[in-house]
């Protein structure tokens, strides 16, 4: 099975613990550094010739690896401006390591990559050339690539350490170190960094108390950001994944963790060779004993547990939605009784101005008609055709507020001020269940998002068949499913939401992978 694993490790000589004396602890041996010609342990000291002698198995300088058989394959990568000299491995990184003068130097990043199984050697090697040109050379970096078959060998007496692990046979991996330090376009090493000098608002530089200019140190590439790391380590996944898929080979890695994948697994620690070697002759570690609880954890998630974990998040979400659609349907009253309430008050209050206007202006052609003389019987008689038609009307509008209403217009202002009261207490309810509904509805999307996650974690796992049988036994016999078949609108919410949204969710996570 193809497994994803790519690390970034810095090569310094002021780490403590060193690359060449790593490399010379692996070979049983004690290496001479051309940089001081002594022979020495490399404790303190880091040194980036011990360390590509190492790794590609060749004699440079007196650190002589060419007896290590597990090198398949050993190769320099320059990019296109590098002088064409630093194609031997010798010549490149003592003049890596002359250009570094301070004691604690970086002097090369390695990347450690596993290689897939499923691809040969010839396959794997095309692979990292393809990986390495477009990361690493391309952006201006020397790579020192070099191939492991990483042959693991079980010998007699050695058992391992936890029970039901397959022992994988073959382990190939690349080892790439890389150079630090940009080349320029004339060849010569770049700088890592430089100073910036930090202006004011004039744009003019910052003097400090001791005379200097205000500055700060910038770096000249962004191999050194976590971004930088990421898109190395995205990168490879999709490399391998293609090629994967050009093959016709069903396997697929992923970069990112168990957790950002939402996948309901702990993740192991790495073991170290010294840590397995020790748990391989039946002594236990601190490392080996996290691990196996670890397992022991992981395999406690069996196919009913998930099931059961699934049918419970199904059933708290339709107990939440049913909780949900009836607090709805309150809100919805209460803003429709808001809302008729108030229609009612501004018409009563309208129809009442209007009466009240009409029996002002009738009061007034009665007291016009009283005040005109014996003789002006024409604009008398005009005067009370006009009272007539008015009180006409004005019976009418009062006796069509009586019916419409049920109290006479004259109690419209009580009726009014009572109706704003309803509409306030209304306006509190509705706040009130819009409250209430608020973390229901965070609890309802909490289910979701729960749902979602488990049924991906589910689709990861090769039984889920099994889990999905017992995921409809469980429905079956489930009171609250029972309740859905009755429930046409809570049923389609629920197809809709966990069942329908899940499958869109697990279809996109599969295109982004």
Same mark, same amino acid.
């Given at each position: 099975?193809?497994?994803?694993?790519?690390?970034?490790?810095?090569?310094? $000589?002021?780490?403590?613990? +060193?690359?060449?004396?790593?490399?010379?602890?692996?070979?049983?041996?004690?290496?001479?550094?051309?940089?001081?010609?002594?022979?020495?342990?490399?404790?303190?000291?880091? @040194?980036?010739?011990?360390?590509?002698?190492? $790794?590609?198995?060749?004699?440079?300088?007196?650190?002589? =690896?060419?007896?290590?058989?597990?090198?398949?394959?050993?190769?320099?990568?320059?990019? +296109?401006?590098?002088?064409?000299?630093?194609?031997?491995?010798?010549?490149?990184?003592?003049?890596?390591?002359?250009?570094?003068?301070?004691?604690?130097?970086?002097?090369?990043?390695?990347?450690?990559?596993?290689?897939?199984?499923?691809?040969?050697?010839?396959?794997?090697?095309?692979?990292?050339?393809?990986?390495?040109?477009?990361?690493?050379?391309?952006?201006?970096?020397?790579?020192?690539?070099?191939?492991?078959?990483?042959?693991?060998?079980?010998?007699?007496?050695?058992?391992?350490?936890?029970?039901?692990?397959?022992?994988?046979?073959?382990?190939?991996?690349?080892?790439?170190?890389?150079?630090?330090?940009?080349?320029?376009?004339?060849?010569?090493?770049?700088?890592? +960094?430089?100073?910036? =000098?930090?202006?004011?608002?004039?744009?003019?530089?910052?003097?400090?108390?001791?005379?200097?200019?205000?500055?700060?140190?910038?770096?000249?590439?962004?191999?050194?950001?976590?971004?930088?790391?990421?898109?190395?380590? @995205?990168?490879?996944?999709?490399?391998?994944?293609?090629?994967?898929?050009?093959?016709?080979?069903?396997?697929?890695?992923?970069?990112?963790?168990?957790?950002?994948?939402?996948?309901?697994?702990?993740?192991?620690?790495?073991?170290?060779?010294?840590?397995?070697?020790?748990?391989?002759?039946?002594?236990?570690?601190?490392?080996?004993?996290?691990?196996?609880?670890?397992?022991?954890?992981?395999?406690?998630?069996?196919?009913?547990?998930?099931?059961?974990?699934?049918?419970?998040?199904?059933?708290?979400?339709?107990?939440?939605?049913?909780?949900?659609?009836?607090?709805?349907?309150?809100?919805?009253?209460?803003?429709?009784?808001?809302?008729?309430?108030?229609?009612?008050?501004?018409?009563?209050?309208?129809?009442?101005?209007?009466?009240?206007?009409?029996?002002?202006?009738?009061?007034?052609?009665?007291?016009?008609?009283? @005040?005109?003389?014996?003789?002006?019987?024409?604009?008398?008689?005009?005067?009370?055709?006009?009272?007539?038609?008015?009180?006409?009307?004005?019976? !009418?509008?009062?006796?069509?507020?009586?019916?419409?209403?049920?109290?006479?217009?004259?109690?419209?202002?009580?009726?009014?001020?009572?109706?704003?009261?309803?509409?306030?207490?209304?306006?509190?309810?509705?706040?009130?269940?819009?409250?209430?509904?608020?973390?229901?509805?965070?609890?309802?999307?909490?289910?979701?998002?729960?749902?979602?996650? !488990?049924?991906?974690?589910?689709?990861?796992?090769?039984?889920?068949?099994?889990?999905?049988?017992?995921?409809?036994?469980?429905?079956?016999?489930? $009171?609250?499913?029972?309740?859905?078949?009755?429930?046409?609108?809570?049923?389609?919410?629920? $197809?809709?939401?966990?069942?329908?949204?899940?499958?869109?969710?697990?279809?996109?996570?599969?295109?982004?992978?």
């Amino acid at each position: 099975m193809a497994i994803f694993h790519l690390e970034v490790k810095p090569i310094s $000589r002021g780490m403590g613990k +060193s690359a060449v004396g790593a490399s010379a602890y692996r070979a049983g041996e004690r290496i001479k550094s051309e940089s001081d010609g002594m022979i020495h342990d490399y404790t303190k000291r880091r @040194s980036a010739v011990g360390f590509s002698a190492y $790794r590609s198995g060749e004699n440079i300088n007196g650190h002589d =690896y060419t007896k290590k058989k597990e090198i398949v394959h050993s190769e320099i990568m320059l990019p +296109s401006h590098a002088p064409r000299e630093y194609a031997d491995r010798s010549t490149l990184w003592n003049a890596v390591e002359k250009r570094e003068k301070s004691s604690n130097a970086r002097t090369a990043r390695e990347v450690v990559i596993a290689l897939p199984n499923e691809l040969n050697q010839e396959q794997n090697i095309q692979l990292v050339r393809d990986y390495v040109r477009r990361n690493f050379v391309d952006k201006g970096m020397v790579a020192d690539v070099n191939i492991h078959a990483g042959h693991i060998v079980k010998r007699k007496g050695e058992k391992y350490p936890f029970e039901g692990l397959t022992v994988q046979q073959e382990n190939p991996h690349a080892h790439i170190m890389l150079t630090v330090r940009p080349i320029e376009k004339n060849g010569s090493w770049g700088a890592k +960094s430089k100073k910036e =000098y930090i202006l004011d608002r004039n744009g003019e530089k910052i003097k400090l108390k001791s005379g200097n200019w205000k500055s700060r140190k910038v770096d000249t590439t962004d191999w050194d950001k976590t971004a930088t790391l990421e898109k190395w380590r @995205s990168d490879w996944a999709r490399t391998v994944n293609r090629n994967f898929e050009r093959l016709g080979i069903d396997e697929r890695i992923d970069h990112r963790s168990y957790a950002e994948r939402g996948i309901d697994k702990e993740p192991t620690v790495p073991m170290g060779h010294r840590a397995w070697n020790l748990e391989k002759k039946g002594k236990r570690t601190e490392k080996g004993d996290f691990n196996r609880a670890v397992y022991a954890r992981n395999k406690a998630k069996n196919p009913e547990h998930i099931a059961e974990k699934l049918h419970q998040i199904k059933e708290n979400y339709i107990s939440i939605e049913k909780d949900i659609i009836e607090l709805q349907h309150l809100s919805r009253e209460a803003e429709r009784e808001i809302s008729v309430s108030r229609i009612i008050a501004e018409e009563m209050t309208e129809r009442a101005e209007h009466i009240g206007l009409t029996k002002a202006k009738l009061e007034k052609l009665k007291a016009e008609h009283q @005040s005109m003389g014996f003789f002006k019987r024409k604009e008398r008689l005009e005067i009370e055709k006009q009272v007539q038609q008015i009180e006409r009307r004005h019976e !009418q509008a009062i006796s069509y507020f009586k019916r419409e209403y049920n109290i006479d217009y004259q109690q419209a202002g009580a009726e009014v001020e009572r109706l704003h009261k309803v509409s306030a207490v209304k306006a509190e309810l509705h706040n009130q269940i819009q409250g209430e509904l608020k973390p229901f509805i965070e609890q309802r999307d909490m289910n979701i998002l729960e749902y979602q996650r !488990q049924k991906m974690l589910v689709e990861q796992r090769l039984d889920r068949q099994k889990i999905y049988e017992h995921l409809e036994v469980l429905e079956r016999e489930s $009171r609250v499913y029972s309740g859905l078949v009755r429930d046409d609108v809570l049923r389609e919410r629920c $197809r809709r939401e966990l069942d329908v949204g899940t499958e869109q969710t697990r279809g996109f996570n599969r295109d982004r992978i």
